[in-house]
């Protein structure tokens, strides 16, 4: 329909005239394209107008999205219970013993620490490494510690004395991640040669060396079943790898920076990764699905931890704070704040009562829920 060419015939300057009894009022206000409309005409004939033979459709209100329910300020509900000050140097991971009854710490300072979690009572102190010692892990039958860094291998400890079991080279790089399947039958590492080694835990040997990373390797994580290793790296990629023979199954691409920490929840469905994009991203594992990007960091995230219940996630980052994110809808519950500098290291206990973070400040944070 030609609204203007109803108004008014340009080319022969007539006035389209409106049928009488039809609105009369509106011609005197010469508000013919309003008639026109409320009429729903579809043209003039004859100086007859016709009805449209089609009604307009009627117009409804767009489907609003399904409210967020808000988050569990109680999943978030930690304060602050004991400060650790015993590492000289840049604090680097940390491991809580199944048991929850012991922390290990690693540093910069060369050492590895094991503390007494409920406490915070120093127990002992392991030499760990000739230079820095970038990560460490404990077995889930607590037997076994395993700890990498900086001169290009992996060792692995006796718990309970701390005495060194055996020492694994293969790395040509320092080796940044490691990682024990919860039967303790594979040990994996990632290293910033870029490659990432899956190893027998018994004896030493090396299963597998997986290449495809373009950068470093900063992170290594084994899925609750030992079935599936997952890789985080400098070249903004996260790999996921079958153990068994070591194949590559999928590769995610979402971050847009180094990718330096994974976790995986105890069910095995979710993977929460963290990066220098100062974002933390939640997958699903299996499909290799994004399910959310969880923003709020101001700077890189170092570190990220999933709670046993699979209900929250927490990350510590170079802006000096600890974040703790509800999973299901990908909210932030609450900011954790008292580290001098960044946060280099999250943990979290099996039952979930306990938060240790730790920092380049070289201090190690006990956050303990509150009832």
């Given at each position: ?61 767009a489907s ?71 990560d460490v ?86 899925s609750p ?147």
């Amino acid at each position: 329909m030609n609204l203007r060419k109803l108004r008014h015939n340009k080319s022969s300057g007539d006035r389209t005239k409106i049928p009488s009894g039809v609105l009369p009022g509106l011609k005197k206000t010469g508000l013919v394209v309003g008639a026109i409309l409320l009429l729903g005409l579809t043209g003039c004939k004859d100086g007859q107008f016709r009805p449209s033979a089609t009604p307009s459709p009627t117009r409804t209100a767009a489907s609003s999205p399904a409210p967020v329910p808000p988050p569990n300020p109680s999943l978030g509900n930690f304060a602050l219970a004991n400060t650790l000050s015993n590492h000289i140097s840049w604090v680097t991971s940390l491991a809580i013993s199944p048991d929850g009854q012991t922390l290990v710490s690693s540093s910069n300072d060369k050492t590895v620490k094991i503390w007494q979690l409920s406490s915070g009572k120093l127990l002992r102190n392991v030499a760990g490494d000739a230079r820095w010692v970038n990560d460490v892990a404990i077995s889930r039958d607590g037997e076994t510690l395993i700890s990498g860094g900086y001169d290009n291998t992996v060792k692995v400890w006796q718990l309970s004395d701390d005495s060194l079991v055996r020492t694994l080279a293969g790395h040509t790089r320092a080796v940044m991640s490691v990682a024990i399947s919860p039967d303790s039958q594979y040990l994996v590492s990632g290293s910033l040669d870029s490659t990432v080694k899956i190893w027998r835990l018994s004896t030493g040997e090396l299963l597998h060396t997986l290449t495809g990373h373009t950068g470093k390797v900063y992170a290594v994580a084994i899925s609750p079943d030992g079935q599936t290793a997952v890789s985080g790296s400098d070249d903004s990629t996260i790999k996921v790898w079958r153990v068994s023979d070591g194949e590559l199954r999928s590769t995610l691409t979402a971050h847009t920076r180094a990718v330096k920490s994974l976790a995986i929840s105890p069910d095995g469905q979710t993977l929460v990764s963290g990066s220098d994009d100062s974002t933390v991203k939640i997958w699903r594992l299996s499909a290799g699905e994004l399910r959310s990007t969880l923003t709020g960091h101001t700077d890189w995230v170092n570190s990220v931890a999933i709670s046993a219940d699979g209900q929250i996630a927490v990350s510590g980052s170079l802006d000096k704070t600890v974040k703790i994110w509800q999973i299901s809808t990908g909210q932030l519950i609450r900011t954790l704040t008292g580290h001098k500098r960044g946060v280099s290291a999250v943990a979290l206990s099996p039952d979930g009562e306990t938060l240790v973070s730790a920092g380049e400040d070289s201090d190690i944070m006990i956050w303990r829920r509150l009832q």
